[in-house]
């Protein structure tokens, strides 16, 4: 028997409007702040910017009190939040059903949850736990078929072999990425997600076989938002892009003042940083 779905959820109609929700993801109160001004009514987090910023690895189970606090400053605010929990933080569904209503209480409308390549039934029993858990919160449930594994390291795809060899490796990833998607929609899941998925033909496959909304990560060398929603994305994050666009413009500007050269781009003033701070004081 299925979940009940976030059907009545505003995060769950952001998914149906047409074109591809663009979902940038933020890392701290300030820049989600910036990027609601912007005009984005949706917001996610970045479990690589959360888990560097305290020195820790991501992906590993160790920043769920970071990401619970995070989620704590930014659940509050003008915008429509979604939590990128890894992998639950835990392998005990139960657990990562609590983790998840903890998030639904502090004003989290979604949650991404990762499968690392683990087994099928585990990562199934986790968003049914968190169906269960938050009937209310969007899960977005996200499979690492062509993120790591065979197809490459942590989301450089394989590209060796004639073109034979590739093909059948495509095909046997589509085969096993369906197959995974298709336990996640029965457990639940609103939508799911296939970051590393970047060929037009394999996506527009999918669509056409899924239920649910499909979630694109986005690659600057790879297709456009626009061209994305063509092919029936419903959903496109940016993931930890903005984050190291941020870290390389930091490096950049650094290198360019040590050479004597006035750094280029956009900066914002103390006072624009300063307000942020004050926004998350009116809406706490």
Known sequence: MRALRATSNPFADLHHAGAPLLLPNAWDHATATAMARKG???????????AAAVGLPDGASATRDETLRLALILGSQPFLLSVDAESGFSEDPDEVGEFARQLQAVGAAGINLEDAL???DRHAAKIAAVKDAAPGLFVNARTDTYWIGERGERGERGGRGGRGERRE?????GAETLSRLD???QAGADGVFVPGLTDAGEIAALVARLDVPLNILYSPTGLTVSQLGDLGVSRVSLGS?????????????????????RPGGRTPTYEDIQETGADVARHA
Do not use: K, M, N, W
């Open 183 to 185: 336990a996640y929609q």
């Open 118 to 120: 683990g087994p099928v």
């Open 241 to 261: 892009f903005l984050y190291r666009r941020a870290v390389g413009a930091a490096l950049d500007a650094l290198d360019e003042i040590r050479e004597g050269h």
């Open 40 to 50: 984005f009514r949706a917001i996610g987090t970045t479990s690589l910017a959360v």
């Open 169 to 173: 490796r495509r095909e046997r990833g």
